[in-house]
């Protein structure tokens, strides 16, 4: 995982996080690899992080930056 440490959440921001990853990780199919789910809430952090909020939009892109991702 990238170093946030100089990001900020609210406990309200927190949530939303945490309910854009669930929705995320929830529409992958299974097997779901903890690699993906590290990409995912990698994404969903730097997002947050320029001031995104809409949940929707955390999931969208971090589901389209997943499809990028080079693999291994």
């Excluded at 959440?9 to 945490?18: D, G, K, N, V, Y």
């Excluded at 854009?20 to 993906?36: I, K, Q, R, T, Y």
């Excluded at 995912?40 to 949940?55: F, H, K, P, Q």
């Excluded at 589901?63 to 991702?69: D, F, G, K, S, T």
């Amino acid at each position: 995982m990238k170093n946030f440490s100089d990001a900020a959440f609210s406990p309200e921001e927190i949530e939303l996080m945490t309910t854009a990853l669930d929705a995320s990780v929830a529409s992958l199919p299974d097997p779901v690899h903890a690699a993906h789910v590290n990409l995912i809430a990698e994404s969903i952090l730097r997002t947050a992080n320029t001031g995104e909020r809409d949940v929707a939009v955390l999931k969208r892109i971090a589901l389209m930056e997943l499809q990028i991702a080079p693999r291994a």
